[in-house]
Structures are given as structure tokens and as C-alpha cells.
């Protein structure tokens, strides 16, 4: 409500620089609750007054996160749009972080497009400008990225290389849910190298992560994979316990899931009503 508030008081003073900003806030609470229709409106809407400004540097913020909108609705030719954008800002600013996260912004795009040269161009330009800022997380997560890229091209040695030096750098920042990721991963490639050993240990120490953390999703998944590597091996009765806990927690997702649906159906209905009042 303070937003919708805040918004009212800048109008009224025609406080530009308020209401693009309001605006952005806004924006913001829209996508955190799921509006992503809403949340577009009103960055499109800061994003012209910031234009108009020459507020750059909250410019590059504002069309990141239409980007992001577009990736979320799988729009990714769009998305590539803004956060192509967003670059080209972070370029005339010289922000080095600003422009790693918009290489790594635009391989992600390139990634879920299929497109897994043009992916892989950016994320490593992505990860030596991360490296140049001494930026861990950053560093990490382009190792990770560039590692999926390597095992869809099937280069799975080289994959194994980048989730070897993920892996390290999340442990040393104590990044646990891209370690378990990145362990997720690196069983993958031992599964698909057929050495199935070795893929249930990182597939147990990517679970004992996620059951750490509560990752209901994870622990579904992973229960799933390890399922399906113990059938491999014809331990059927390994692979039966596995998939039971598997079920178990899909189906409290689907529970969560249904619950949250309801409360971030009424958390809109209670958000619309009140800016209607504006």
C-alpha cells in the first residue's frame, strides 16, 4: 500500500523522478507476487520517464527486469530485446558487473532458445568479466552455465571441467543451493558416462543439500533420479524406495502449489482493489 501511496503524492507534486521511481516499486511487487501482465505495465511505464531522464544507470535496472518478465513468459526473442538493451547501457556506464550479468543474462536467453553457440559466446564473456570484478557468485554460475552448454553439445569432459570449478567456488562461499545444483550435475555426466557409482554418490550429496535447505522441489527430483539409476543397475527394490519418496513429495508440492495459487489470487484481487482507489 505505501507504493500506491507514494505514487499518489508524486503525481500530485509532478515529481518525475517519484513517479518513475514508484513506478519501478511497483513493478517490482507485481512480479514478486506472480502479476507478471501488471508488473510489465508499469516498468514499460518507468522505463519511458527514465528515458526521458537519462537516468541511465536506473534505466539499466528497469529494462533488465522487462527482460526477465519476457524470459519468465518464455517470450526469450523478446527478452533478448531488453536485455540486449540493458548492455548497451552498462557498456556507456562502464559497469563491469552490470555488463556480466547482461552476457549472462543473454545466454540464459540463447540457452532456452537451443541456441548453444551463441549461449556459450556470452556466457564466457560473462564469466571473464566476473572474473575481472572478482565476483564468486557470478564466476560460479557462468561456470555452471557454460558446463550445461558442454554436456548438451555431449562434451561431457569438458562439462565435467566447469562443475569441477563451480563446485569449488559454491563450497568456498557456502552457495548451498548452486552446489546442489552443480552436484545434480556432475551425477548427471557420471550417469551418461555409465559410471553409476559415482552418479548416485553426487546424486546423494546434491539430496542431503536440498533436504538441508527444504527444497521440496529438489528432493522430489533427485529421489526420481536416483529411482531411475538404481533400475538401471536392476536394484529394483533401491529404485522402488526412491520413487515412494519421490510421490511423497510431488505431491506436497502439488498441495503448496494449489494453496499458493489461492493466496496470491486473493494478494491480487486485495492489490487491484487498492489501486483502483488512486
Known sequence: HYYFSALNIYKNAHDTDGIGRSLSNLGIIYMERGNLTKAL????EASK???KQQDKFFLSGIVTNIGQIYSKQKNYSQALVYYSKAKKINMHLKDKVGIANSYSNIGSCYYNMGNFDSSLVNH???SEYYEETKNKHGLAYAYNSIGEIYTKKEKRTDALIQFEKALLIRKEIGERKGELITLYNIADIYRS???YNQAITYFNQSLAIAEEIHSTYSISEIN???SSTYEILKDYSKSLI??????KYKDSIFNKE???KLLTLETQYETEKKEKEI
Open 41 to 44: 505495465e508499469r516498468y514499460l
Open 49 to 51: 520517464i527514465k528515458e
Open 242 to 247: 526412491y520413487y515412494k519418496q519421490h510421490i
Open 193 to 195: 558416462n555409465q559410471n
Open 224 to 226: 526420481y533420479e536416483l
Open 258 to 260: 494449489s494453496n499458493d
Open 124 to 126: 564466457l564473456a560473462a
